[in-house]
């Protein structure tokens, strides 16, 4: 099957084809966090979705570009920064780190660049973009001062999110309570400097003020990735109106079609609910973490259901991910003792990709999975058949050192995609400390305690064992 995906502006699943052909080349746009708190899981559902598109991708061959902006100034930014009393950068910085932080937690392959809203070169071209709308008739600045996109004149509006200019009146997704646009849907390109904003301001010919979220997004896509993109993702949420105000906006300006595929990821639910902080199933990556889980975990967790499926987050399915990948790892260190034995090639002295080394079977089925819209529930479903059939060959000692390398290289493949092999060292932070104090504990022969600590391990799904090698951590059976 050739690589396809779902492109919400047809609506269809679409053969991929990149512009540059030739050299496999493809830029990838990314709407990325707005920092004005920490993101949450559902976010980062996301941000797992697009790191597998671009894994993927590479493993197929393509040299990936990838742009994903920081939205450092905006509604939320701007209160957040008046509410904490400190400077907007100040604000904006802590989630900043924040962001990186935790995307590094979950092994999110780092963007090419991170372009930041309140950067002047691109400040300036947002205000050239919006100055070339007001000259072809698609922009005009009303009495408020503010400038805004004239949709009626831009005829593919409401193309990506498939409704029209008369539904959009009546879906009451526009605020009503903005008098001086011409058209309900119109929106904010520039707005216009209020005292709420305090010093958070830029020159312009409309007078000072700050641009709007839409435009920051195709000004940093343009300025980066040139006029036109293979593939442009985010979330479903980011549909309406956001993308459809960057394609008016990106190709009102440049006449030629924006983007080529737009992917879109489907909500995460917790507990099958809507996450809110009301509700209390508003987890951040440190609140998962807190609970015991590795950033791998929740790393299988956010990414083991297709990206257009719901996502319903649970403990369970947290306990899940952390099954699965101990069948994984139980199942690498089984076929590294097979390939070890005999002085064979040890898995050090065997290239990555060993063009002669034995194929296994046939082998392509987790990357045909993939290149079907990224079937991640398929190819997931392919690696542990495909575990299984290999465990039983090893129950049954019919499986040779030759093999076992041979699906050590197949595995390290697959691994590039998923980076989910367990990096040996990373206990959970809590479970740490607790074999910390357990270690301590028995050091000072307060044996009562040692065994409280152990039962507390077991509770979080670990085992402690003494060894004649000191203490040794690892995870509980059917844990
Ligand atoms: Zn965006």
């Given at each position: 099957?050739p690589?396809?995906?779902?492109n919400t502006y047809?609506r269809?699943?679409?053969e991929?084809?990149?512009?540059n052909?030739?050299?496999r080349?493809?830029?990838i746009?990314t709407?990325g966090p707005t920092?004005?708190s920490?993101a949450h899981?559902?976010n980062?559902?996301?941000y797992?979705f697009?790191?597998?598109?671009?894994?993927?991708?590479?493993?197929?061959?393509?040299?990936?570009h990838r742009?994903?902006?920081?939205?450092?100034?905006d509604d939320?930014?701007i209160?957040?920064?008046?509410?904490?009393?400190?400077p907007?950068?100040?604000?904006t910085?802590?989630?900043?780190?924040a962001?990186?932080?935790?995307?590094e937690?979950l092994?999110i392959?780092?963007a090419?660049?991170?372009?930041a809203?309140?950067?002047?070169?691109?400040i300036d071209k947002m205000?050239a973009?919006?100055?070339?709308?007001?000259?072809?008739?698609?922009?005009?600045?009303?009495?408020?001062?503010?400038?805004?996109?004239?949709i009626n004149?831009?005829?593919?509006?409401g193309?990506?999110?498939?409704?029209?200019?008369?539904?959009?009146?009546s879906?009451?997704?526009v605020?009503?309570?903005?008098?001086?646009?011409?058209?309900?849907g119109?929106?904010?390109?520039?707005?216009?400097?209020d005292?709420?904003?305090?010093d958070?301001?830029?020159d312009?010919?409309?007078?000072?003020?700050?641009?709007g979220?839409?435009?920051e997004c195709?000004?940093m896509?343009?300025a980066?990735?040139?006029?036109?993109?293979?593939?442009?993702?985010g979330?479903?949420?980011?549909i309406?109106?956001h993308?459809?105000?960057?394609?008016?906006?990106?190709?009102?300006v440049t006449g030629?079609?924006?983007?080529n595929?737009?992917?879109h990821?489907a909500?995460?639910?917790?507990?099958?609910?809507?996450?809110?902080?009301s509700?209390?199933?508003?987890?951040?990556?440190p609140?998962?973490?807190?609970?015991?889980?590795?950033?791998?975990e929740?790393?299988?967790?956010?990414m083991?259901?297709?990206?257009?499926?719901?996502?319903?987050?649970t403990?369970?399915g947290m306990k899940?991910?952390?099954?699965?990948?101990g069948?994984?790892?139980?199942w690498?260190?089984?076929?590294?003792?097979i390939?070890?034995k005999?002085?064979g090639?040890?898995?050090t002295?065997?290239?990555?990709?060993t063009?002669?080394?034995q194929?296994?079977?046939e082998?392509s089925?987790?990357?045909?999975?993939l290149?079907?819209d990224?079937?991640?529930?398929?190819a997931?479903g392919?690696?542990?058949?495909?575990?299984r059939?290999?465990?039983?060959?090893?129950?049954?000692k019919?499986?040779d050192?030759?093999t076992?390398?041979a699906?050590?290289?197949?595995?390290?493949r697959?691994?590039?995609?998923?980076d989910f092999?367990?990096?040996?060292?990373?206990l959970?932070?809590?479970?740490?400390?607790l074999a910390?104090?357990r270690?301590?504990?028995?050091?000072?022969?307060?044996?009562?305690?040692?065994?409280?600590?152990?039962?507390?391990?077991?509770?979080?799904g670990?085992?402690a064992r003494?060894?004649?090698d000191?203490?040794?951590?690892?995870r509980?059976a059917?844990?």
């Amino acid at each position: 099957m050739p690589l396809s995906f779902f492109n919400t502006y047809s609506r269809e699943v679409e053969e991929f084809q990149p512009r540059n052909g030739k050299d496999r080349k493809i830029d990838i746009y990314t709407c990325g966090p707005t920092v004005y708190s920490r993101a949450h899981i559902g976010n980062f559902r996301a941000y797992i979705f697009e790191d597998l598109l671009q894994r993927h991708l590479e493993a197929r061959g393509f040299k990936v570009h990838r742009v994903m902006n920081i939205t450092d100034v905006d509604d939320k930014t701007i209160r957040g920064a008046r509410e904490a009393g400190v400077p907007l950068t100040k604000f904006t910085r802590q989630f900043k780190d924040a962001f990186f932080e935790d995307a590094e937690k979950l092994r999110i392959k780092r963007a090419d660049e991170y372009p930041a809203a309140t950067d002047q070169r691109y400040i300036d071209k947002m205000i050239a973009m919006i100055s070339a709308l007001i000259s072809k008739g698609l922009a005009y600045q009303a009495d408020d001062k503010s400038v805004y996109y004239r949709i009626n004149k831009f005829p593919n509006y409401g193309k990506l999110a498939h409704f029209n200019l008369d539904e959009l009146q009546s879906t009451g997704r526009v605020k009503h309570d903005e008098y001086d646009k011409e058209h309900i849907g119109d929106f904010a390109l520039w707005k216009a400097w209020d005292k709420d904003d305090g010093d958070v301001r830029w020159d312009s010919p409309w007078g000072p003020g700050r641009p709007g979220w839409h435009i920051e997004c195709s000004a940093m896509a343009t300025a980066l990735l040139g006029d036109q993109i293979d593939i442009h993702c985010g979330g479903v949420d980011n549909i309406f109106p956001h993308h459809e105000a960057e394609i008016a906006q990106s190709e009102g300006v440049t006449g030629k079609k924006f983007v080529n595929y737009w992917l879109h990821c489907a909500h995460l639910l917790v507990d099958g609910q809507k996450m809110s902080k009301s509700l209390g199933n508003f987890y951040t990556i440190p609140d998962v973490l807190a609970k015991g889980y590795t950033g791998r975990e929740i790393r299988y967790a956010l990414m083991r259901v297709n990206y257009r499926t719901q996502l319903n987050f649970t403990w369970d399915g947290m306990k899940e991910a952390r099954e699965s990948l101990g069948r994984i790892d139980d199942w690498l260190e089984r076929l590294r003792e097979i390939a070890d034995k005999k002085n064979g090639p040890s898995r050090t002295g065997v290239k990555r990709s060993t063009p002669n080394a034995q194929r296994p079977i046939e082998d392509s089925g987790f990357e045909d999975a993939l290149d079907d819209d990224l079937n991640i529930s398929a190819a997931l479903g392919f690696l542990f058949e495909t575990i299984r059939e290999t465990n039983r060959a090893m129950d049954q000692k019919k499986l040779d050192a030759k093999t076992a390398v041979a699906w050590l290289n197949w595995w390290d493949r697959m691994n590039q995609v998923l980076d989910f092999e367990s990096d040996g060292t990373a206990l959970p932070e809590e479970v740490a400390k607790l074999a910390e104090a357990r270690l301590q504990a028995r050091l000072a022969k307060d044996f009562r305690k040692s065994d409280e600590l152990r039962d507390k391990l077991n509770a979080l799904g670990w085992e402690a064992r003494d060894t004649k090698d000191g203490q040794k951590i690892t995870r509980r059976a059917g844990a």
